[in-house]
């Protein structure tokens, strides 16, 4: 089963505008990450955030964390149409077992 | 420095046959990861190691095995393929546990007729 549910499932907007992404999970974490994954390609890692952090930025990434709300969201400022891929959130689980979303589809037009 | 490579990229499978896919690190990672990836979902965790010798399941083991041969390579073996293994399978590797990020493999797409 999905621990993490990203919403929306697919996201346009234009170049320049900002990009927002939800991570809703279900129980208890040590820490939630952000993965992209561009088409045809494995996912790549953007931010990790611990449960005792409410904030995180890297470069025009910005991920908060509510662990009252078990929800996240990554904030992708003045997108560009590079940014164009799948975001995934993943949250840690017992015996090392990393549970992904099904993700956001994000697509920026130029 | 390759990261983390997968081989095949490809392959076509007849129901009942097997295949091994292989993935190998050059990070000197200790942890070893095999996902599946079905269209509209998220990855699901197959099989991990947390070390050379060592293997462990994940969320959907079933219908596969695992070796870890080299701290540096992570097999994944498919016994006897059925249609519901098409998928792309990705591998990764990370420093340690959860904590830490996880490097992802170009993945392998399989197709089981």
């Known amino acids: 089963s999905q621990q993490g549910e990203e919403d929306p499932q697919a996201l346009s907007i234009q170049e320049g505008e900002n990009a927002t992404m939800n991570c809703s999970y279900k129980?208890?974490?040590?820490?939630l990450q952000w993965y992209r994954q561009n088409s045809g390609r494995g996912l790549v890692h953007l931010i990790l955030i611990r449960s005792n952090e409410r904030e995180k930025h890297s470069g025009r990434l910005r991920v908060t964390l509510d662990t009252s709300k078990k929800s996240s969201s990554l904030l992708i400022t003045a997108s560009r149409a590079a940014d164009t891929a799948s975001y995934f959130c993943a949250t840690d689980r017992r015996n090392n077992d990393m549970r992904f979303g099904a993700g956001t589809r994000l697509t920026v037009k130029p | 420095n390759a990261g983390v490579t997968q081989t095949p990229k490809f392959r076509v499978l007849k129901t009942g046959q097997s295949m091994t896919l292989l993935c190998a690190q050059d990070m000197n990672h200790e942890y070893m990861y095999w996902y599946r990836q079905d269209p509209g979902m998220g990855l699901r965790l197959i099989h991990y190691?947390?070390?050379?010798?060592?293997?462990a399941k994940g969320e959907v083991p079933d219908g596969y095995n695992v070796s870890r041969l080299k701290n540096q390579n992570f097999l994944l073996g498919l016994e006897s393929a059925a249609p519901s293994q098409t998928s792309v399978y990705f591998c990764?590797?990370?420093?340690?546990?959860?904590?830490?990020?996880?490097?992802f493999g170009p993945g392998t797409r399989l197709t089981v007729t």
């Open positions: 190691s947390v070390g050379e010798g060592t293997t």
């Open positions: 990764a590797s990370s420093y340690g546990g959860l904590v830490y990020e996880q490097y």
């Open positions: 129980t208890s974490i040590n820490n």
